[in-house]
């Protein structure tokens, strides 16, 4: 079976407004703490395995950097954490190993460092070719910057383009010229997000405050259904609520996460799930420093004592594929028949045609796509 590691720099030049995600901004000095970081994740790697969660003789099936802002790792960092990454442990031959990357942090020479390290997927966060939009998400780079990344990393490797949709003032025009804009430079992969306004973040604090507006139910419906039907036409499947690939191209490493696999995470704030167990690292540099100079394994057990909650935490990431949840492989992992344990919920949300049962698998309608947290929130 093969092992995914997630590794997470959570180091930026600065904390975007809309972000939920354990970042710490460190302005100029985000670059050379991304580079020692890696130096510590090395370690921690060697202490699962210590534990036997990782596995020396297995094989390693994705690599993925996410943040943070990963791409400020230098190429040089890049390339001493990825041998010895080879030197512990046995990647595939096709190992897809990712790294987010930032328009303004990484340019040709980096690209190329990173490409000869091994990484062979670029996932970069456009977000917009909106520039009144891309300043409104405080963004720091430009329109131009983001198109001249997205050239080159097309150069060394699998491109993925991440969008953000339903921006504040966003219409379905300017949604469009988006999208028509990302489909120029022919990506492997696309994601598309909808915005999100989290309490904690200052984008949430804005909305409540009324210093911006969030996009009404409508267009977000209807941005929606463009973009699928949309992405559609151009040769793109729509494989995960966010997600569309084409053929042979989605994210592996994501996916796993989808179809309830294992996988270690590697750097403060990350999360692991090695059945049937669910860790976190503590979201403070200081303490998983501490921990990792002490031998230690920094991570903590966040498995739910409720277990009704434990599957539906599961159910509801694996309903995020379109292809929805293998009935009876589900019921042998967990050994829960979901038809049965929720049969009254499930056929109610059935006959209002957001889930069906079909060949197998329970999965959400085109209709309840459109409506997943209605179906989550019914659910529980």
């Not at 917009?128 to 131009?144: D, G, I, Y």
């Not at 569309?244 to 989605?250: D, E, I, L, S, V």
């Not at 031998?295 to 434990?310: A, K, M, N, V």
């Not at 309903?319 to 042998?332: A, D, K, N, S």
Request: aromatic share 10%; net charge negative.
């Amino acid at each position: 079976m093969a092992q995914f590691l997630y590794i997470h720099i959570p180091f930026c030049e600065a904390r975007c407004p809309y972000c939920d995600f354990f970042t710490l901004g460190k302005g100029a000095a985000a670059g050379a703490l991304a580079d020692s970081w890696l130096d510590l994740v090395a370690r921690e790697l060697d202490l699962w395995l210590a534990v036997g969660d990782l596995s020396s003789s297995e094989s390693v099936g994705t690599i993925y950097f996410g943040g943070g802002t990963p791409s400020l790792v230098s190429g040089q960092a890049m390339q001493r954490f990825l041998d010895y990454a080879r030197s512990r442990l046995e990647l595939a031959p096709d190992v897809e190993i990712t790294v987010e990357m930032q328009p303004g942090t990484a340019d040709l020479r980096k690209l190329d460092a990173y490409a000869q390290a091994g990484v062979n997927r670029f996932s970069i966060g456009a977000q917009t070719f909106t520039p009144e939009l891309l300043a409104l998400l405080e963004r720091r780079h430009s329109v131009e910057e983001t198109i001249q990344l997205i050239r080159n990393a097309r150069l060394f490797g699998a491109l993925s383009i991440d969008l953000i949709a339903a921006l504040p003032g966003q219409t379905l025009a300017l949604w469009q010229a988006d999208l028509e804009k990302t489909l120029e430079f022919e990506p492997h992969h696309i994601s598309v997000y909808e915005l999100t306004y989290y309490d904690q973040t200052r984008l949430g604090k804005w909305l409540e405050e009324g210093r911006v507006r969030q996009a009404d139910e409508d267009l977000r419906l209807i941005i929606f259904e463009h973009t699928i039907e949309r992405l559609a036409s151009a040769g793109y499947e729509h494989y995960e609520i966010s997600n569309f690939a084409r053929p042979g191209c989605r994210s592996r490493h994501n996916e796993n996460y989808w179809l309830l696999g294992n996988y270690i995470g590697l750097g403060a704030g990350a999360h692991s799930f090695v059945y049937p167990h669910r860790y976190f690292n503590p979201t403070n540099v200081k303490i998983y420093e501490e921990a990792i100079e002490s031998g230690r394994l920094p991570r903590h057990l966040s498995d739910t004592l409720d277990q009704e909650i434990f599957l539906l935490e599961n159910v509801f990431m694996g309903l995020r594929l379109v292809q929805g949840i293998h009935l009876e492989e589900f019921r042998e992992r967990f050994g829960v028949d979901l038809l049965v344990q929720y049969g009254e919920r499930l056929a109610h949300l059935i006959e209002a045609d957001l889930l069906e049962v079909k060949e197998g698998r329970l999965r959400l309608t085109r209709r309840g796509l459109l409506r997943a947290d209605a179906v989550v929130t019914y659910l529980v």
